[in-house]
């Protein structure tokens, strides 16, 4: 009898903690000004995670709160965006110790661009991403990308490279939790794309990669034994561009 009941609280704390490691990419700041909850993203109306890499819904996820915003946000090459990371699809909702994430979720925080000729265009397959930031494991500090995300409270900030060409770009970012990635399918991948038109005068064309087909299932990024006592770690997908 007591073997039972410890293997149900055993399951109960297990599911809770899977619950409680998700999040999700649901608003943006350009230059520190918040555009506002689901303004302009497609935001998931689940904070499931993906874990099937080689399925369309890896790249901008799926199922979105509808109706979807229409909203294209300005952006200036070379500005800042705050990508807004919360526990669940209605952003913040008040004190939530797992918001915007569980603390015991381990893994990198990742950003692409894909340009298109419309921001607001429901087709996502097909497209070029880029890379232009990455949150992996500091040895130094020892601190994953989730704990810096964590840190700052659900925001992962960095710069739209100045040297890209203007137009209308979709922005994916993504946490990916490692804690349960020992084997293949394992990783839990959480992304949802924005909507940006960037202003500039650049003219630089990036290598790009594409969604399905960056990550592949045995990528030292994606299949990692342990989250503790990290010696190296290097995120998935291409290096990040800069100028």
Known sequence: MKL?????LFFYWAVVK????????????????????????RVPSTNAPITDITSPNIICNTDYI???SKTIINVPAGGQVTAQFHHTSAGYIGKDPADPLDPTNKGPVIAYLA??????????????WFKIFESGYNLTTHQWGSDVLFINKGNATFTIPSCIKPGQY???????????ASSYPGAQFYMSCAQLSIT????????????????????????VQSIFNVIEYAPPGPS???C
């Open 170 to 180: 979709l922005l994916r970012a993504e946490s990916i939790a490692l804690q349960s």
């Open 200 to 223: 500039g005068s650049g003219s630089t064309n990036p290598a790009t990669v594409s969604f399905p087909g960056a990550y592949e299932p045995t990528d030292p990024g994606i299949v």
């Open 4 to 8: 039972s009941i410890i293997c149900r």
């Open 66 to 68: 509808q109706p979807v």
């Open 240 to 242: 990040v561009f800069s």
């Open 115 to 128: 340009a298109v000729p419309s921001a607001t265009q429901t087709t996502v397959t097909g497209l070029k």
């Open 18 to 41: 899977l619950a409680h490691a998700r999040t999700v990419f649901s608003g943006v700041s350009v230059n520190g000004v918040d555009q506002g909850h689901a303004v302009g993203v």
